[in-house]
């Protein structure tokens, strides 16, 4: 049978009704509209013949937040008295809170009044009870009453213990959505440390693999062949790991399904990073190895570099900071550089010794550098018939990199130069890659200085818009002086950040929860604000402005209009009328005029001067009268609980 139920706020006055699906609907025949915002315990059903009593236990239940069952005769829409078994189970937060109470419901109208028609006619009242049975199993089935020690109130477990399909419940967020136990979030704090360590791996990988192919260094040494071994167990790791952490999906929600995160890495990284894993050097590091699998394991190292994929992903989201793309574009080239020596060394090395004649090339710079360090390669025709000596391997990396580096740097000192038609090639190729390489870091170092300084020379561009205005129109020296030390105030404050600017971008939610931020001080300080609703807040929020004042500003002159409410965040003035002080604000006073209480616009009484430097909270009159315009129930306290310091209306 299908399954019926209601949800209710347990936080609100009469648990109203927040949910009620489609079996409910059709089992009481009114629609979703109607039973919505109505009380859980169904009082819009009671009817002349349902029990008092009954009534009396089921509001017991909801107040005293309980489970138990009931058999109640409640009343449908169009007024048909059905008998019901109804359940009620309370559910509660991770913090053991009730926030919502869940109602079945069962139609055991068979069972209390057995069905009486023409092929029963005659029957024995047990019989027609034994009939109607026959015909509900299902509904006998889930008739027996549950006991409390089988109520669990975690939300996740209510479908099961209510023999309810998790399909069947409602997508109810009470709290924040929570992934699996074995799934890890792509930005919590475990993830971006295990991340920068895979990054600071990855380099490593791709400065020791093309050393180790084009050097054909074999790892006998067993403290490098663990740390290598080391390196592996961590990517392999890594995979795993990438197996259970969420991901953003195309439309920029969080992924935490298992089965789709599988899914989405197998699809994408997965065959990449598990080529980039296998342990070529413990099978390089045997000494029977056949000289041609060694050189193929050699090669396949090179695979390994597809690791430089992890750091392109992980990059993203720094490369909007100039420092970390400057750092970024040195790692850059200095790996270029590497690279680009190995090769190098790689061609001198195959080309250095001629194998159809077995003689060694004179003109080749492995030669040449040989004989200027004294380490000249000679034949050893007693023993293997091989060339053998020539300069240290540390030797070689270091006058290749050497090259590498003069070539693209644009510099070419010349005691190390291509001779052979390969090294020739290559030099040239290098010397493309170089050029590019080089105009792209140059270029980008560039911007990144322009961006660096950006604010600066916006700031003195103002400044010399302003003193040039002050220079033409003549502006007295007093008043210029107060201007220049308004804008260079104003800037250090607000560093140059267009507030209206920025809140424009935002959307309207966003701009109403950053603008409750921004005046926070005056919402928390004013108890006029406390028993403002959140959507009052909000609307308030909007339409404050922030204004910042420097000394001997004049916020009101005596005559003007008094249009806006002030609230001093921070600072002093003082109400100056004829010519005496009269009062001195602070952090937390506010000033201006009653609006709520008067028709007219007042004219200020005096003069309102800063004293020191001073950020003013205000909201203009037409503004704060729409809200509480619309807010009725908030304008009262609010009228009530906000006390002027200075009312500009009234002399004092």
Request: charged share 20%.
């Amino acid at each position: 049978s299908e399954s019926s139920f209601l949800l209710g706020n347990a936080q609100i006055v009469d648990w109203p009704v927040v949910y009620s699906n489609d079996g409910f609907c059709k089992l009481s025949g009114y629609h979703r509209a109607d039973v919505m915002q109505k009380s859980s315990t169904c009082s819009f059903m009671y009817g002349e013949l349902t029990d008092k009593k009954t009534i009396e236990k089921v509001r017991q239940t909801f107040d005293n937040y309980e489970s138990n069952c009931f058999e109640i005769l409640l009343y449908k829409k169009n007024r048909t008295p059905v008998w019901f078994y109804m359940q009620i189970a309370p559910i509660r937060n991770e913090h053991e809170k009730v926030v919502l109470f869940l109602c079945t419901f069962k139609d055991i109208t068979l069972f209390k009044q057995p069905i009486e028609d023409d092929s029963t006619k005659g029957w024995t009242k047990f019989a027609r009870l034994t009939r109607a049975l026959t015909n509900s199993r299902s509904v006998l089935q889930q008739l027996t009453p549950m006991n409390k020690a089988e109520v669990v109130h975690k939300h996740s477990r209510l479908a099961e213990v209510l023999q309810l399909g998790s399909d069947i419940l409602p997508q109810y967020k009470q709290e924040a959505p929570k992934t699996p136990p074995h799934i890890i979030l792509h930005y919590c704090a475990f993830k971006t440390t295990w991340d920068w360590v895979i990054l600071i791996l990855t380099f490593y990988t791709a400065i020791m693999v093309p050393y180790n192919v084009s050097f054909k260094t074999k790892q006998n040494n067993i403290a490098w062949l663990v740390l290598d071994s080391v390196v592996d167990v961590i990517f392999l790791v890594d995979i795993v790991l990438n197996f259970h952490t969420t991901f953003v999906g195309p439309g920029g929600e969080v992924i935490s399904d298992p089965k789709l995160i599988r899914m989405n890495y197998l699809k994408t990284w997965f065959v990449i990073d598990l080529l980039s894993c296998l342990p070529y050097d413990i099978i390089n590091a045997f000494e029977n190895v056949d000289e041609g699998i060694s050189s193929l394991f050699s090669s396949l190292k090179v695979v390994r570099l597809l690791r430089l994929g992890r750091v392109a992903r992980k990059l993203d989201h720094y490369l909007e900071y100039g420092a970390a793309v400057l750092v970024l574009l040195v790692c850059v080239f200095g790996l270029v550089a590497h690279w680009l020596a190995c090769i190098w060394y790689s061609i001198g090395d195959y080309e250095v010794i001629d194998e159809l004649t077995n003689t060694i090339k004179t003109d080749s710079w492995l030669y040449q550098l040989a004989l200027s360090i004294g380490t000249p390669y000679r034949y050893n025709t007693t023993g293997s018939g091989q060339w053998e000596g020539g300069p240290s391997k540390d030797s070689l990396y270091i006058s290749s990199l050497y090259f590498t580096m003069t070539s693209l740097t644009t510099i070419g000192f010349g005691n190390i130069a291509p001779t052979t038609d390969g090294e020739k090639i290559f030099s040239v190729a290098m010397m493309m890659v170089g050029s590019l390489l080089y105009a792209t870091i140059f270029g980008n170092v560039t911007t990144i200085f322009q961006q660096m300084y950006a604010n600066t020379n916006r700031y003195h561009e103002m400044l010399n818009n302003v003193r040039d205005f002050l220079k033409l129109y003549q502006v007295p020296k007093g008043l210029s002086e107060r201007v220049m030390d308004y804008i260079v105030s104003t800037w250090s404050m607000s560093k140059g950040i267009d507030t209206e600017k920025v809140l424009s971008i935002c959307p309207k939610d966003m701009r109403a929860d950053i603008c409750v931020h921004l005046n926070r001080k005056v919402f928390n300080e004013h108890p006029a604000f406390r028993l403002a609703s959140d959507g009052c807040l909000r609307a308030l929020a909007v339409e404050f402005q922030t204004i910042h004042c420097a000394p001997g500003d004049l916020i009101y002159h005596a005559g003007e209009s008094v249009d806006a409410l002030c609230f001093v965040v921070s600072g002093s003035l003082e109400v100056i009328q004829d010519d005496e002080v009269v009062a001195i604000l602070g952090k937390g006073d506010v000033f201006g005029d009653i609006f709520w209480k008067e028709t007219s616009l007042a004219h200020a009484c005096a003069n309102v001067r800063a004293l020191t430097y001073c950020d003013l909270h205000i909201i203009k009159r037409e503004a704060l009268l729409k809200v509480l315009d619309f807010y009725t129930a908030f304008a009262n306290s609010f009228s009530r609980n906000l006390t002027l310091t200075c009312n500009l209306r009234k002399r004092v």
